[in-house]
Nanobody, 125 residues
Framework: QVHLVESGGGSVQAGGSLRLSCTAS???????MGWFRQVSDKTREGVAA???????AYDDSVKDRFTISQDNGKNTLYLQMNSLKPEDSAIYYC????????????????????WGQGTQVTVSS
């Protein structure tokens, strides 16, 4: 099983930026890598995903503010978060899943089977 470790979370004021990183224990192909977030007992929601071949999907709530990218040489996935809002506060999880074609599949938690431990992001107003 691939192990995923997130880092880069923290506390910022509204309008600020953070960059999350997720390092995988090994390089894999023909899959999707995604960022999800969860608040308390609410449903874990897909934020952004990138799949082999370059397909990218974003949730509407983060479009034009967040950017997902990956460095295959470092087995690392990134999430650059700009113009942060208090409603972005959550635990952010990195995940690896099956290759998917549609945005709905790419952002669906059920498509993912390897999860990191999560990193807390807190945005204050």
């Amino acid at each position: 099983q691939v192990h995923l470790v997130e880092s880069g979370g923290g506390s910022v004021q509204a309008g600020g930026s953070l960059r999350l990183s997720c390092t995988a224990s090994e390089y894999t192909t023909r899959n999707c890598m995604g960022w999800f977030r969860q608040v308390s007992d609410k449903t874990r929601e897909g934020v952004a995903a990138i799949c082999t071949g370059g397909g990218i999907a974003y949730d509407d709530s983060v479009k034009d503010r967040f950017t997902i990218s990956q460095d295959n040489g470092k087995n690392t996935l990134y999430l650059q978060m700009n113009s942060l809002k208090p409603e972005d506060s959550a635990i952010y999880y990195c995940a690896r899943g099956a290759w998917a074609y549609t945005p709905t599949q790419r952002l669906g938690a059920s498509n993912y089977f390897n999860w990191g431990q999560g990193t807390q992001v807190t945005v204050s107003s």
